[in-house]
């Protein structure tokens, strides 16, 4: 212990004299309670790995082999499981399973992207799975009994998204970019426009949203969306060059693009699609190569050629409940996705053999998609039920080529 601290004990006087405090005392005496919070270092655990499978049927020995089966093949289809990481604790009284496992991955980036897939998993309608990382378990046992209030967040009044339609004199809005400086005017029918508001270095690009809620700014770290008279910043959705956006019919949610990839559990997606009220991460995707259209542009040196293809990838049904995308070739199929949740349909693809297009119909959840000539097989359109995969309609055409 250094010097300083023996030079500065603490003497105290009382009725039998001055008391002098040892080097040990006076330490215990000192708070260190705020330095400890300020710089505590959470330390990894030998846990991170593991993830619990909860609300598993309770089963005897006798079907212990089949459900480990279910859980390697389907539910945790996309990854490796070692049988020897497997653990399904069990009643030492009864023999019987206790409704949960805990499962060891290779990388707590694998057993995170595990967590993500297994979880809500529908086994049947009773066992629906929630898998949880073992560690966030911990953490939620050790949550204090006794309930602290939060701080009520004081009020403040937004301003109205779509208040420009409160106009007197029902004009629309437009935006022009000059340079780096960007200004928005009210269009006037019979005398110049009004300028609305101005900003410089506002954005590399801009872009209005479908239903003119929304002003779209593109930028280097993402994208952004303002709204209100004064234009104030509403979200913002961090995707690296991000390029291209879509919006749902009703803009409940957003997919944007980038050509760089962002890599998520070591798996590179271009597409990810967004929840515009919160802004939260529903899902990202990859850009299947069915969907990339040829490219005569080669790449010059260590650049790549361009990749081509169709915008948008994805196709919302008209309430924003699903959204579809494609996957042409002779192993053609539909992947309908159900928000919020972002889930495939059923668990299940719809499959169409050599599909060319598809598209939702404006007011139901029916889907119409068709597929070219072959084989001495006509051109088919069919219109098919969404959830129930019911074919309402098909029609033979023949001599068609888009």
């Given at each position: 212990?250094?010097?300083?601290?023996?030079?500065?004990?603490?003497?105290?006087?009382?009725?039998?004299?001055?008391?002098?405090?040892?080097?040990?005392?006076?330490?215990?005496?000192?708070?260190?309670?705020?330095?400890?919070?300020?710089?505590?270092?959470?330390?990894?655990?030998?846990?991170?790995?593991?993830?619990?499978?909860?609300?598993?049927?309770?089963?005897?020995?006798?079907?212990?082999?089949?459900?480990?089966?279910?859980?390697?093949?389907r539910?945790f289809?996309?990854?490796?499981?070692?049988?020897?990481?497997?653990?399904?604790?069990?009643?030492?009284?009864?023999?019987?399973?206790?409704?949960?496992?805990?499962?060891?991955?290779?990388?707590?980036?694998?057993?995170?992207?595990?967590?993500?897939?297994?979880?809500?998993?529908?086994?049947?309608?009773?066992?629906?799975?929630a898998?949880?990382?073992?560690?966030?378990?911990?953490?939620?046992?050790?949550?204090?009994?006794?309930?602290?209030?939060?701080?009520?967040?004081?009020?403040?009044?937004?301003?109205?998204?779509?208040?420009?339609?409160?106009?007197?004199?029902?004009?629309?809005?437009?935006?022009?970019?000059?340079?780096?400086d960007?200004?928005?005017?009210?269009?006037?029918?019979?005398?110049?426009?009004?300028?609305?508001?101005k900003?410089?270095?506002?954005?590399?690009?801009?872009?209005?949203?479908?239903?003119?809620t929304?002003l779209?700014t593109?930028?280097?770290?993402?994208?952004?969306?303002?709204?209100?008279?004064?234009?104030?910043?509403?979200?913002?959705?961090p995707?690296?060059?991000?390029?291209?956006t879509?919006?749902?019919?009703?803009?409940?949610?957003?997919?944007?693009?980038?050509?760089?990839?962002?890599?998520?559990?070591?798996?590179?997606?271009?597409?990810?699609?967004?929840?515009?009220?919160?802004?939260?991460?529903?899902r990202?995707?990859?850009?299947?190569?069915s969907?990339?259209?040829?490219s005569?542009?080669?790449?010059?040196?260590?650049?790549?050629?361009?990749?081509?293809?169709d915008?948008?990838?994805?196709?919302?049904?008209?309430?924003?409940?699903?959204?579809?995308?494609?996957?042409?070739g002779?192993?053609?199929?539909?992947?309908?996705?159900?928000?919020?949740?972002?889930?495939?349909?059923?668990?299940?693809?719809?499959?169409?053999?050599?599909?060319?297009?598809?598209?939702?119909?404006?007011?139901?959840?029916?889907?119409?998609?068709?597929?070219?000539?072959?084989?001495?097989?006509?051109a088919?359109?069919?219109?098919?039920?969404?959830?129930?995969?019911?074919?309402?309609?098909?029609?033979?055409?023949?001599?068609?080529?888009?």
């Open positions: 212990m250094p010097s300083a601290v023996n030079s500065k004990l603490k003497a105290k006087s009382d009725s039998s004299g001055p008391v002098v405090q040892t080097e040990e005392e006076l330490l215990s005496s000192l708070d260190f309670s705020d330095i400890e919070r300020k710089y505590a270092v959470e330390l990894p655990t030998a846990f991170d790995t593991v993830v619990v499978v909860d609300n598993l049927p309770i089963i005897d020995e006798t079907k212990e082999e089949k459900l480990l089966n279910i859980i390697k093949t539910v289809k996309n990854f490796t499981i070692n049988s020897n990481n497997l653990y399904l604790p069990k009643d030492p009284a009864s023999g019987k399973t206790k409704g949960f496992m805990f499962i060891d991955f290779d990388t707590p980036e694998i057993a995170a992207r595990a967590v993500r897939e297994g979880n809500g998993h529908k086994m049947d309608k009773v066992h629906i799975l898998v949880n990382m073992f560690d966030d378990i911990e953490l939620f046992t050790n949550v204090d009994d006794e309930f602290v209030e939060p701080e009520t967040e004081t009020f403040v009044e937004k301003e109205h998204l779509k208040g420009w339609l409160t106009d007197e004199k029902a004009r629309d809005q437009f935006v022009i970019m000059r340079g780096n960007t200004g928005i005017y009210w269009n006037n029918k019979t005398e110049p426009p009004q300028l609305a508001h900003r410089d270095g506002w954005a590399d690009m801009l872009a209005w949203s479908p239903l003119g929304y779209q593109f930028h280097k770290q993402g994208a952004a969306l303002w709204g209100g008279a004064s234009f104030t910043q509403i979200k913002k959705f995707h690296v060059n991000v390029k291209l879509d919006f749902s019919p009703n803009e409940r949610y957003m997919i944007t693009w980038s050509n760089e990839p962002t890599i998520i559990d070591g798996q590179p997606y271009h597409m990810i699609v967004w929840d515009v009220l919160t802004g939260l991460q529903l990202p995707f990859v850009l299947d190569p969907q990339q259209l040829p005569t542009n080669i790449g010059r040196g260590n650049r790549p050629a361009t990749v081509k293809f915008w948008p990838v994805f196709k919302w049904s008209h309430d924003d409940k699903y959204v579809a995308k494609m996957v042409t002779p192993e053609g199929l539909i992947q309908i996705y159900e928000t919020p949740e972002m889930g495939l349909l059923d668990k299940k693809s719809l499959k169409v053999e050599n599909i060319k297009d598809f598209s939702w119909m404006p007011n139901d959840h029916v889907l119409a998609y068709w597929t070219p000539e072959g084989d001495n097989i006509p088919r359109i069919t219109l098919t039920k969404i959830p129930s995969r019911e074919t309402l309609r098909t029609k033979n055409l023949v001599n068609v080529i888009e």
